[in-house]
């Protein structure tokens, strides 16, 4: 018994596999296989630009359900039925979502867009600059 736990422990011990030890990487080759590909062959950015419905691209909506399926495969379902007990999490969650990003978002975009970036009027800008 004692070697099939030190066996899970060794398992469970070595941290991410090589993919989650490398995501960055991973990432950056994409990125330049990307810009590689739309400049070596132009027409496959332009042919994949004409599969859109309701103007969302269906190529990038599959592959944005391809990355996130993994993740929800592992969600524990019947944990869910837990949350009846418990609706701290979820309470918490929900309102923290729906109550304090979006007005904590838009506070960030005023900033940046109206003060960071402060949109000018071309003739004073042109004048106060010389």
């Known amino acids: 018994m004692s070697a099939h736990t030190e066996v899970t422990n060794e398992d469970t ?28 062959a132009p027409s496959v950015p332009e042919t994949l630009a004409r599969f859109e419905y309701a103007q969302v691209s269906i190529p990038i909506a599959i592959l944005i359900w391809a990355m996130i399926f993994p993740m929800m495969a592992q969600i524990d379902f019947s944990a869910v039925v837990g949350v009846r007990k418990e609706p701290k999490g979820l309470a918490i969650t929900t309102i923290v979502n729906w109550l304090i990003k979006p007005f904590t978002m838009f506070a960030i975009a005023w900033f940046f867009l109206m003060v960071v970036f402060e949109p000018r009027d071309e003739k004073n800008w042109q004048s106060s600059r010389y």
Do not use: E, K, P
């Open 13 to 40: 011990s070595g941290g991410m596999d090589l993919f989650g030890r490398f995501l960055s990487i991973w990432v950056a080759l994409a990125i330049i296989a990307g810009i590689a590909l739309g400049q070596l």
